[in-house]
């Protein structure tokens, strides 16, 4: 069965049981908890829950979209039918709108604001993410490391990068990567500075999952644990209805059996993987879920 959904519906349960409620910058409260650890062995499972259903072919195409376009445009999302970055698109006179709360005489208070940019970063999310990972040639160099000195332990690839945090609309929530061989087997340590549990966490899992077994074929490894350290994981006080019907459904159904990844054998250089709407290299098979649960985004 499904170790991920136990895993996930724990740290759940601990959140709403343990966790504090705090004000934050979306004027949605949210429940917190400081810090959390995960561990994965892609040996084992393919972490994909099961409690509610995950629509990973968005997920895949923004991980594809950071790591191997390396765009920050949000149109090469929506040309393939994904519209997770839409509320953080730059418009096209370079400004971006949002009702936040801003610190004004030593406390929060709520606020229509505008943030303004170079025109040039219209319709992207500024310099974040994938425009990172382009500069700094992140993939490339992992990737030559990885064929030429498995024994490197100087293998993490940084997206929170201090010049370019002013003029990004989100700096990375998943900002870290840390990449091991041991034994043949590659294994992977992600650090997010801040969790939305009941939207993020299940994308960004299997995201890291399908990024490290990709990373794995071409480089002639194989695909081993992932070490994922949380701070402030967290669930806004409007998605609490919904994770309380996902631990329901655990509860009266349990959960299914975890499915699998496949990826095309042929391929053996990441720039190769088919990254259109069809997403036709890469594969979640025998996917059985219990439904959809409906969250409301924070922005």
């Avoid at 590659?186 to 960004?204: A, E, I, K, T």
């Avoid at 081993?224 to 806004?236: E, F, L, N, P, V």
């Avoid at 699998?260 to 990254?275: C, G, K, S, V």
Wanted: proline content about 4%; glycine content about 4%; overall charge negative.
């Amino acid at each position: 069965m499904s170790k991920w959904d136990k895993d996930y519906l724990k740290l759940c349960q601990t959140i709403l049981k343990e966790g504090v409620e705090v004000e934050n910058r979306t004027g949605i409260n949210s429940i917190k908890i400081p810090s959390y650890h995960l561990q994965f062995d892609l040996q084992e499972e393919f972490p994909c829950l099961t409690t509610k259903q995950l629509f990973f072919r968005q997920a895949i195409l923004e991980m594809l979209w950071i790591y191997q376009a390396q765009s920050n445009d949000v149109r090469w999302l929506q040309e393939r039918d994904v519209h997770i970055w839409d509320e953080w698109e730059i418009a096209n006179d370079g400004k971006w709108y949002a009702t936040q709360n801003v610190w004004e005489d030593g406390k929060l208070q709520k606020k229509d604001i505008v943030k303004e940019f170079d025109p040039k970063y219209a319709h992207t999310i500024g310099t974040a993410y994938g425009f990172i990972v382009k500069k700094y040639h992140l993939i490339d160099k992992l990737i030559t490391t990885l064929k030429t000195d498995v024994t490197d332990r100087r293998l993490v690839l940084s997206l929170w990068q201090d010049e370019f945090l002013p003029t990004a609309v989100l700096p990375s929530c998943v900002w870290s990567t840390e990449w091991d061989v041991t034994n043949g087997y590659l294994n992977l340590w992600v650090h997010q500075r801040s969790c939305d549990v009941p939207l993020g966490l299940p994308f960004n899992v299997t995201q890291y999952a399908v990024l490290l077994s990709l990373i794995a074929q071409v480089c002639h490894l194989k695909p081993g644990k992932i070490d994922y350290s949380i701070k402030d994981a967290h669930i806004y006080v409007n998605q609490v209805e919904g994770i309380k019907e996902q631990i329901a459904r655990f509860e009266k159904n349990g959960d299914y059996p975890a499915p699998t990844l496949w990826l095309n054998p042929e391929i053996d250089d990441f720039y190769q993987f088919d990254n259109s709407k069809e997403l036709k290299d890469i594969k979640i098979e025998n996917y059985q879920h219990q439904g959809p649960i409906k969250f409301a985004i924070a922005k």
